[in-house]
């Protein structure tokens, strides 16, 4: 599971694995993960729509910024959750209530819904969140997103 979690090459994992006494070919790995990879994709994406009674409170942070792309200003949306994992990012022109509306759209279709949504100023957001019927789950506040016990939120400001 480890050339999952970080980012080896077929031929590391390779490596790795003579160095422990398995002797295998970097094909037998990625015939390894063909087979068995969808079935840890299907487990962990089961594990994240029904998460266990006691798993702690799901917080998703939302956060965009300007990125210019081809000469032109567009807005990346980012959505991470409480253990820091990114959980989507959304590219659009604007930075209204539509956008924000097909964002979170986007993200409750896959996710389902959080238990809390922090978020900074942005009126977008409220709307957005008033339009769907969950208003109610949004902390906000000038950068409540991007304090110090958020550090490892790869938008931190």
């Not at 594990?47 to 702690?56: C, D, E, G, I, Q």
Request: glycine share 4%.
């Amino acid at each position: 599971m480890m050339y999952v979690r970080y980012s080896l090459s077929l031929r590391n994992v390779e490596d790795l694995r003579h160095e422990r006494g398995i002797d295998i070919c970097h094909e037998t790995v990625r015939y390894w993960w063909n087979k068995f990879g969808p079935l840890f994709v299907k487990e962990i994406r089961e594990k994240r729509l029904h998460p266990v009674p006691h798993h702690s409170n799901r917080k998703w942070y939302f956060d965009e910024v300007f990125v210019k792309i081809n000469g032109e200003t567009y807005y990346l949306w980012s959505a991470v959750d409480h253990e820091g994992e990114i959980l989507e990012a959304f590219v659009s022109k604007r930075r209204d209530r539509k956008a924000a509306l097909d964002f979170l759209k986007k993200i409750m279709k896959r996710y389902g819904k959080s238990k809390t949504i922090v978020t900074d100023k942005l009126p977008s957001y409220r709307a957005a969140l008033k339009m769907i019927g969950n208003a109610n789950l949004q902390k906000l506040g000038r950068w409540v997103n991007n304090r110090a016990e958020n550090s490892h939120l790869p938008f931190r400001r």
